[in-house]
């Protein structure tokens, strides 16, 4: 009998930038990649640093953020993989945009700049991908901005847990995210942000437990965040 095993799949499985490729270029941004592993609390890079690779993340996560001249720090987003970074600095050739840092033990695959210029300028497929990739990260900063004029902070919050619960059905869904992580993403200080989640947490929409975020009730956060319901 003709046992089909499933697709073990390769370091670019999943990720939307290289989907697609002919399995020749695949194979070719598989060769020119050097492995990278990173520890929980380690900088990759901070921003202003020269931006000499694009990052393709396989295992862990990574908090982009910004630091103000007193020394916050404003988390933009967390990559989970399989995804993509730091391809702002190497399409326009400018300093890093922000700072990342390995929220978990991390292994990766690091792209050089020049490969990666080459591959965008010989690929029409890698070039659409990037394109789709910056649209994605302007309207995402269009929303940021949007949230912060028209949502109160317990709004943002709770906006904030949806986007971390990723695109789950399910009933319960637990967030590795701590709550001074929480704050720095929601833009409010830890004191408002432990309010509103002891607000939610008492009308039954979520529970704490210890460094995570048990959220039990997604559709009340979807409301309160000011997101339509599906
Ligand atoms: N506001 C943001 N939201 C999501 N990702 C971002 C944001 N700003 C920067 N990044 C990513 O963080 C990276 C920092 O390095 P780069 O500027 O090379 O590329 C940047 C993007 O990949």
Redesign the pocket.
């Known amino acids: 009998m003709d046992v089909r095993l499933p697709d073990p799949g390769d370091a670019l499985t999943g990720v939307d930038m290289f989907a697609g490729l002919e399995p020749e270029v695949r194979q070719r941004v598989i060769a020119a990649a050097v492995p990278r592993t990173y520890r929980k609390g380690q900088l990759l890079?901070v921003?202003n640093d020269p931006?000499d690779s694009?990052i393709i993340l396989k295992r862990g996560a990574i908090a982009?953020f910004?630091t103000s001249p007193t020394g916050e720090r404003a988390v933009?987003?967390v990559?989970r993989p399989p995804d993509?970074?730091?391809?702002?600095?190497?399409l326009d050739g400018?300093?890093?945009?922000?700072?990342?840092e390995a929220i978990e033990d991390c292994s990766a695959l690091a792209l050089s700049r020049g490969a990666f210029i080459e591959l965008v300028h010989a690929n029409s497929h890698i070039l659409d991908a990037v394109m789709r990739s910056l649209g994605a990260?302007i309207r995402?900063?269009t929303e940021?901005n949007a949230d912060h004029v028209f949502l109160d902070l317990p709004g943002r919050v709770a906006k904030t847990l949806v986007r971390l619960a990723g695109d789950s059905h399910a009933p319960m869904v637990t967030i590795e995210l701590n709550q001074s992580q929480l704050a720095e993403m929601a833009g409010g200080s830890r004191q408002s942000v432990n309010q509103a989640i002891g607000s939610f947490a008492s009308r039954g929409w979520l529970r704490t437990e210890g460094r995570r975020i048990v959220v039990t009730d997604l559709a009340a956060l979807r409301r309160r965040g000011g997101m339509t319901d599906r």
């Open positions: 890079f921003e931006g694009l982009v910004r933009l987003t990559i993509v970074f730091g391809e702002v600095s190497l400018s300093a890093r945009s922000a700072s990342a990260l995402r900063l940021q």
